[in-house]
C-alpha cells in the first residue's frame, strides 16, 4: 500500500526547513514533505507531478478527483473564523493519500495568529474575509459545490459550536490562566499586542456576528 506523504506550505523560504528540496507552487508558496521524515528525490518528483495536476484542476470541473471536499471545507471555515494570518499559506499542513491520488486539508497547526493579533500584520478585522484570496480558495470558492458545502457545514456544525463557545469562553479562560501566563513570560517579546481574554472574546463575538 502507498504510504501518505505529509507536506507543509510555507510563504517565506526560510521558514522551510529544507529550503533545497523545496517545491515551489507559485510566486511565494513553498511545498515540502515533512513526514515520512527522510524523503528521497524519487518522491519529491512524484509529489511535484501530483501537485502540478492539483493546480491545474483547481480552475477545471474535475478538482474533487484530487481535492478532498470536506477537509478542505472545514480548514477553510476553521481559519476563516478564527481569522488566521497563516491561513492557507503559512505552516499549514496537507497530506497526500496516494492510494486514493487526493489531497486532503490538515492536521490543524499554528494558531498562534488568530483571534485579532496584530502581531505582524495590522488588517485583521473581525469584519474581513481572508482566504478566499489564498493558494487553494481562491479557486475553490468559484465552485459552486465547494461554496454550498462550506455554507452548509457552518450553519449546521460550526454555528452553533461557536455560540458554545463564546458562552464557555470565561471558564476556559480561567482553567488555562496559568498555562497561559506562562506561555506570555517564555514568549513575551514575540507576542506584546495586548490582548486578553475579554478583547479576544469580544472580537470572536464580532467574527460570529459577522
Not at 480548514?75 to 491561513?87: A, P
Request: aromatic share 16%; net charge negative; proline share 3%.
Amino acid at each position: 500500500k502507498d504510504e501518505n506523504i505529509t507536506i507543509c506550505l510555507n510563504n517565506y523560504i526560510t521558514k522551510l526547513d529544507n529550503p533545497e528540496t523545496a517545491l515551489k507552487l507559485d510566486d511565494t508558496i513553498y511545498a515540502e514533505i515533512v513526514a515520512p521524515s527522510i524523503s528521497s528525490a524519487a518522491k519529491y518528483t512524484r509529489l511535484e507531478a501530483f501537485l502540478h495536476e492539483v493546480m491545474k484542476s483547481l480552475s477545471s470541473e474535475n478538482w474533487t478527483e484530487y481535492i478532498d471536499l470536506d477537509s478542505f471545507a472545514r480548514k477553510y471555515l476553521i481559519e476563516e473564523i478564527f481569522t488566521n494570518t497563516d491561513g492557507g499559506e503559512a505552516s499549514q499542513f496537507y497530506y497526500w493519500d496516494q492510494s486514493a491520488n487526493k489531497l486532503y486539508a490538515g492536521p490543524c497547526w499554528d494558531y498562534d495568529l488568530t483571534l485579532g493579533d496584530t502581531t505582524w500584520v495590522d488588517w485583521i478585522s473581525p469584519y474581513c474575509l481572508k482566504m478566499q484570496s489564498t493558494i487553494w480558495y481562491r479557486e475553490l470558492w468559484t465552485h459552486e459545490e465547494f461554496a454550498e458545502y462550506v455554507q452548509k457545514l457552518y450553519y449546521t456544525e460550526y454555528y452553533p459550536l461557536l455560540n458554545q463557545l463564546i458562552e464557555d469562553f470565561p471558564a476556559i479562560t480561567e482553567n488555562i490562566e496559568k498555562a497561559a501566563n506562562a506561555n506570555h513570560i517564555r514568549w513575551t517579546k514575540l507576542y506584546e499586542d495586548g490582548r486578553d481574554a475579554a478583547s479576544m472574546l469580544q472580537f470572536l463575538s464580532d467574527r460570529v456576528g459577522f
